[in-house]
């Protein structure tokens, strides 16, 4: 269960008065099922919400309630207090400045200083160390053709280097990882595709506002797919590169081998990516089976070799 969307919920029902189970689904994307859920835990909570029945009925906070800010733990507004700033950091807008005030009006004054230790432990910081200059511009203008639903053009840079222009309905926003996507239906393929920002050049807001379709969800999740493809092969490498290593495998892949070296167990994909990961290594890492992958490297090498020669 998720804290923001029930602080979203009792905000919306503070200011809208009264609001179906099927409205706030369609708004947080869950089940009226899940929204039963949270408005009874709302309950639970103190603040009272009521049923009305019949047309035009929903969920209403009872007339005449306040808010009591000892509602929230300390725990729960530090946590929505770090979501929003991490957030505002890479993210402007006035919809996340009044989060931010709204979330802070909560805070009793004896929890204060609580709170603001709290909040300070953990630093969540989305922006990339390098290359950011240009997404936070994009990120404005695909907020902006979201709330408005406007075409965006936008040149593109595809696999293997393959520049193309596209117009896309934008439907999504998604951070992952450390990198911000665009989730549109793309009419030059007459599909829904995810567009990474930092491949988008001369992003531009179109006049024409489009009907919304019904949206598809990103798969954005791959583990199952990562461990059907995925092998291990063996690698041996210099301890000075073992911080890089340890952000694609565990500590418990690596065997000593001597002074300087470890044997380790290393996930492994036949593409570009991956091969390109090893080389990225340089002479710091030596691939030592299988035999095939090893001499796929070899000649990898070579070419790029050839590249000086002439």
Not at 95 to 104: C, G, N, P, Y
Not at 254 to 278: A, K, R, T, W
Request: with cysteine.
């Amino acid at each position: 269960m998720k804290v923001d969307r029930l602080v979203s919920i009792i905000l919306i029902l503070l200011e809208k008065k009264r609001i179906s189970a099927q409205e706030l689904a369609a708004i947080f994307e869950v089940s009226p099922r899940t929204i039963y859920r949270d408005i009874d835990a709302i309950n639970m909570a103190g603040v009272p919400v009521r049923g009305a029945s019949g047309a035009g009925g929903g969920f209403e906070i009872m007339p005449g309630y306040k808010m009591d800010k000892k509602v929230f733990s300390t725990d729960d507004l530090s946590a929505l207090l770090m979501g929003l700033s991490s957030l505002s950091d890479i993210m402007r807008g006035d919809e996340l400045i009044h989060a931010l005030a709204k979330v802070r009006s909560f805070i009793p004054a004896d929890r204060a200083k609580e709170i603001e230790l709290k909040v300070s432990q953990i630093c969540i910081d989305f922006r990339p160390w390098t290359g950011s200059r240009t997404i936070r511009p994009c990120i404005e203008t695909i907020k902006s053709a979201l709330q408005e639903s406007r075409l965006l053009s936008f040149a593109y840079i595809a696999h293997h280097g393959k520049k193309t222009a596209r117009t896309v309905e934008p439907y999504q926003l998604v951070l992952k990882g450390s990198h911000w996507y665009l989730q549109g239906y793309c009419r030059k393929r007459n599909a829904f595709r995810l567009f990474r920002l930092s491949r988008m050049s001369n992003l531009q807001m179109q006049t024409e506002i489009f009907t919304p379709r019904e949206t598809q969800k990103p798969q954005l999740n791959f583990d199952d797919i990562w461990e059907t493809l995925q092998t291990r092969i063996k690698i041996r490498i210099h301890k000075s590169i073992m911080d890089r290593a340890l952000d694609f495998c565990a500590y418990e892949d690596f065997s000593p081998d001597g002074d300087s070296h470890y044997i380790v167990q290393f996930p492994f994909i036949e593409n570009e990516y991956h091969y390109n990961l090893l080389l990225s290594f340089g002479n710091k890492c030596e691939c030592l089976e299988p035999l095939h992958i090893r001499a796929e490297i070899k000649r990898r090498i070579h070419t790029i070799a050839a590249l000086y020669e002439s």
